[in-house]
């Protein structure tokens, strides 16, 4: 019997905020790569997640969710998530089969029927349906457009991954492998240290901050133990969001931190300390001096 040649590609993931995408990578990835909130619009720039197997590596791209932008920072995340679809070998369209096909979900496929790229629908939380509810769900999806493949999962349940990267490998070409066996992501870990801060800005402030909330590394440097000690500025837009933040005799700030450093640690596999502190710029998400210094920057595709 023949090996199986190997295969390699770039695999970007778009949909609606809130669809699930990130629970999907970090999922279908093994481990935490992309922050998670179950507020919409958590993602805002390109999480890489690497899947490597005997006989293929698969390269994900997490976009931002494509919706209609009320500032700056909204634009860039639409355009960033848009300008993926060119340099990849294959798109995953990821609805919610637990709400309807929707406005914002036909705007995104009507970009997509522009690009010549084959497009797997992937149909998530369908360990929220019926078999009838999913067929009737997916029987309207098919109305909408024509995919190379609809393929029905479940992110949280680690349902049917094992049958998308089967069905991916095939639109594949024969290819190298670009990262290590091993590596999870491209990401350096200035930015995933900064992700996890703010993902857990965003679990423990819940509605009382939105996302006027950026996370920037000041400085990391290593103690004589081999510790990081790593210096972590938590941008808002208010002074009120930055009473929220800190918290009675700075307590909400300590839980952040504690609950950052864990996951850091977890991730990383290395000791941190963490220093953070709050400061407020106003109106930043408008404002491009302030989202290139902040880690959005536009990039040429």
């Not at 699930?20 to 790569?33: D, E, P, W, Y």
């Not at 995340?77 to 060119?86: I, N, R, Y």
């Not at 309807?100 to 690009?115: A, P, S, V």
């Not at 972590?232 to 930055?242: C, D, F, L, T, Y």
């Amino acid at each position: 019997m023949s090996k199986q040649a190997f295969h390699s590609g770039f695999i970007s993931i778009v949909g609606r905020p809130n669809v699930g995408k990130s629970t999907f990578l970090n999922a279908i990835v093994g481990q935490k790569v992309a922050i998670m909130s179950d507020k919409p619009q958590t993602t805002r720039n390109k999480i890489q997640g690497v899947v490597t197997t005997n006989a293929a590596q698969y390269v994900f791209i997490d976009t931002p969710g494509i919706h209609k932008p009320q500032h700056e920072l909204g634009k860039f995340m639409t355009d960033t998530a848009l300008k993926s679809l060119g340099g990849v070998d294959v798109v995953l369209f990821m609805l919610n089969a637990s709400e309807e096909i929707g406005t914002g979900d036909r705007f995104i496929m009507e970009h997509l029927k522009n690009i010549h790229k084959p497009v797997i629908l992937v149909v998530n939380k369908i360990d929220l349906l019926t078999k009838e509810q999913l067929y009737h769900f997916i029987h309207q999806a098919k109305s909408e457009m024509d995919f190379a493949e609809i393929i029905p999962i479940s992110a949280k349940k680690h349902e049917n991954l094992d049958v998308l990267l089967d069905v991916l490998y095939n639109y594949l070409e024969e290819g190298p492998q670009y990262y290590p066996e091993g590596q999870v992501t491209d990401h350096p870990e200035r930015f995933i240290m900064a992700e996890i801060v703010r993902e857990k800005v965003l679990w423990h402030t819940r509605e009382e901050i939105p996302h006027s909330v950026a996370v920037t590394i000041e400085d990391i440097t290593r103690d004589e133990d081999g510790r990081l000690e790593v210096m972590v500025a938590i941008i808002v837009e208010r002074p009120s969001q930055k009473g929220i933040i800190i918290g009675k005799n700075g307590q909400m700030l300590k839980r952040i931190g504690t609950d950052a450093r864990k996951d850091i640690n977890r991730v990383l596999g290395t000791k941190v300390h963490l220093q953070t502190w709050v400061k407020v710029v106003k109106d930043w998400r408008n404002k491009q001096i302030h989202l290139n210094d902040f880690g959005y920057q536009k990039e040429d595709y």
